[in-house]
């Protein structure tokens, strides 16, 4: 994943105010959190950094998939396998 500013002119890799500072002298940090955003490959949507889960595993330190995407594979998963879930907490519980 890159983190593309979208700036008046479309995606780029500098914000809005970098790209008017052309000689450095506003000393503008482009890293903020708020700025950098990401497209989630699940729904293809283009979403903030905020809307990820972290994870210290990956490069850049946020999971490959947005909130939303992660929230709804984890439902579906427990959906088709509930039964089994069940019977997985049930034996650790039980001491069984």
Known sequence: ???LFFTDNGPNHKCN????????EIGHDCSEKIMQR???PKCGEIKTLEQFYRN????????WECKE???KLKREFYQKNSEK??????????GI
């Open 69 to 71: 995407c992660h929230k």
């Open 56 to 63: 210290k595993a990956q490069k850049n330190g946020y999971q």
């Open 1 to 3: 994943m890159t983190n």
């Open 38 to 40: 990401e497209i989630c």
């Open 85 to 94: 879930i069940m019977e997985e907490r049930r034996e650790y519980f039980t």
């Open 17 to 24: 105010i970098c790209e008017r500072d052309i000689l450095g």
